[in-house]
């Protein structure tokens, strides 16, 4: 849209108002209306017009000379986040490590002995299997996997270790079960994994977890990348920084 649209649709009455809800927000104990003018850069009177009508809609609240947000803001707040979907905020942030790192960025939560990818945007072309949301690999060969099934409780693992159908993929795979189940107790100390040419020759991961405020493993992101790009050293040095930024900003902005 060019300026003169932008200004002409512009309602500079809407963005004031806003502003005032922004600046109630910071003020949880409440503000007189001098407070809020002189905050807000309004006068006494342009205050008093905003602050009376967020009343008036219940998304303020009034006592004495305070005037203070209401839970009615809360209540839109929880309507918004409980029709949108954590990869909706995620795929931003992922986007962001994609572009940072010039390599695929994913997400996956657990289904069975698989992962399903929830989330992707992609990189460099590294993978003879082509990847989209909805794809399902095996859990044991992958770092989301790993991570995926190092959040798992002590019987849920012990279940799947002695039921999974374990495969070679490469002739690096590991294979063993005791020996998966330390790769696995290794994640879940280190809080990331990193699976090298397990699933493909050629192809690293690095996986970290998502947690909810319990604690609790909901999903994996990871980057991907070719073994000639990264070393393993490399991997834990230049891509973990990022991908436990991206973690964090993922589980304050939805979970917390």
Known sequence: MDEEGTSRDHVGS???????MEILARHPAGMTLTEMAEEAGLTRAGARRFLLTL??????????????????????????????????FAAPVMREVA????????????SGEDVV????????????????????????????????????APDELEAFLGQAKIERRTPKTITDRRSLAAA???ARADGFAIVDEELELGLRSIAVPITDRTGGTVAAINVSTQSARFS?????????????GAKRRIEDFFFV
């Open 14 to 20: 809407l963005e004031r108002g806003l502003a005032v």
């Open 232 to 244: 393993i050293a490399e991997m834990e040095r230049e891509i973990l920084p990022a991908l436990l």
């Open 55 to 88: 009343a008036a809609t219940g998304y303020a609240t009034q006592s004495g000379r305070l005037f203070s947000l209401s839970p009615r803001l809360l209540t839109v707040a929880r309507t918004w986040l409980g029709g949108a979907s954590l990869w909706t």
């Open 117 to 152: 990818y929830v989330a992707r945007v992609p990189g460099r072309r590294i993978l003879s299997v082509s990847l989209d949301v909805g794809t399902r690999l095996p859990a044991h060969c992958t770092s989301m996997g790993r991570i995926l099934l190092s959040g798992l």
């Open 99 to 110: 572009a940072l790192l010039n390599e695929a960025c994913s997400a996956a939560v657990l």
């Open 184 to 186: 696995i107790a290794k």
